[in-house]
């Protein structure tokens, strides 16, 4: 029930989206779509999973945006879900901290000592990083060793990669949520047993993996020499993934120039057919960059001395504003191009 209501959701907003085209628009239907998924699965006449509505819709939705979404819409969205993203952690982080005061004073007025629960906590916090581990590297070496396709398919990984993804298990916002999710009374009214206990462990579980993994993890990834490893399999996919895009971009290009009626300047030809090519070969040109001690290479100097340039260009651009050459429209405009254009060199 709740798969299907999503599934409609979804289908209902990528519609809509295709027939608007536009930004703002879009983001603003994304920002309602789980809130519709939710209510539209759980009601007094339905009686369903919003959450799996809410997880389906999304899955289908980010599946087929790629594709229909503009790319007006894609600049926008990125920076507003990570700060929708970020304002909805720190808010939780903020409830819960109100919180734990009558937590802890309800573990002081129950039937077990402090210290007992204490234990308990760093019992399950080293259980479930154990267990981490215990899933993790079966997961990654069974397969390949009782399936040569998977093998073929997929080379083992060196351990230094499955150990730091086993050791990268926080726990976070989900979790917390999740325990302060239970109800604080039965059926009958009186309390949920357990409850401060359940939420107590959580908290330290959050707080121990937060702090004892989340920092000790880039230093974990030196020390194994997993960013070297990581970052070169992952230039040398992007490089691929360019290359072949730019192929398919100049073979374009070379269709509609045979079926045009107009004559295009050979200049603005050639700088197309550059412009297609820059791209693959900067991924290429990043296959070796993955030593810290590298050298700068001519499209490092060409991204350090445009932004110097693109600096300039903005303080020459806000003088002349304070001046009254220009007005504050023209300069939000020009403001506008210059930092679309540093973001690509930031990218880049």
Wanted: no cysteine; net charge negative; hydrophobic share 50%.
């Amino acid at each position: 029930g709740g798969v299907a209501i999503g599934l409609v959701i979804a289908y209902v907003v990528t519609w809509v989206n295709r027939k608007l085209r536009d930004a703002l628009v879009e983001n603003t239907i994304a920002l309602l779509t789980p809130f519709v998924a939710y209510l539209a699965a759980e009601n007094e006449y339905v009686h369903t999973s919003g959450v799996l509505s809410v997880v389906v819709a999304g899955l289908f939705i980010g599946h087929r945006s790629p594709r229909q979404s503009s790319y007006a819409s894609r600049l926008q969205s990125r920076s507003l879900w990570r700060m929708v993203d970020f304002l909805l952690e720190s808010v939780v982080f903020a409830l819960i901290g109100l919180q734990l005061r009558s937590v802890v004073e309800g573990l002081n007025a129950g039937d077990r000592s402090p210290w007992e629960v204490a234990w308990a906590a760093v019992l399950v916090t080293v259980v479930v990083i154990l267990a981490r581990f215990a899933w993790v590297f079966p997961a990654t070496y069974l397969p390949r060793r009782f399936s040569r396709r998977s093998a073929e398919r997929d080379p083992t990984p060196p351990w230094q990669g499955s150990f730091v993804l086993s050791w990268a298990g926080m726990r976070g916002v989900v979790s917390l949520a999740a325990a302060f999710g239970l109800p604080l009374t039965l059926d009958d009214g009186s309390p949920l047993p357990g409850r401060d206990i359940i939420l107590f462990i959580t908290f330290t579980v959050v707080i121990s993996t937060l702090v004892l993994q989340g920092f000790s993890l880039p230093t974990l990834i030196r020390r194994l020499g997993v960013v070297a490893a990581e970052s070169a399999a992952d230039n040398l996919a992007e490089a691929g993934a360019q290359q072949k895009a730019a192929d398919a971009a100049v073979a374009r290009l070379d269709d509609l120039l045979s079926a045009g009626a107009d004559e295009v300047p050979e200049d603005i030809v050639n700088r197309l057919r550059e412009r297609a090519e820059l791209r693959a070969l900067q991924a290429w040109e990043r296959l070796g960059e993955t030593g810290p001690e590298r050298s700068e290479t001519p499209q490092d100097a060409y991204r350090r001395l445009r932004r110097e340039m693109l600096a300039t260009e903005r303080s020459v651009f806000i003088e002349l504003r304070d001046a009254g050459r220009i007005d504050d429209e023209v300069l939000r405009r020009v403001q506008e191009e210059l930092d679309l254009e540093e973001a690509i060199l930031a990218r880049d």
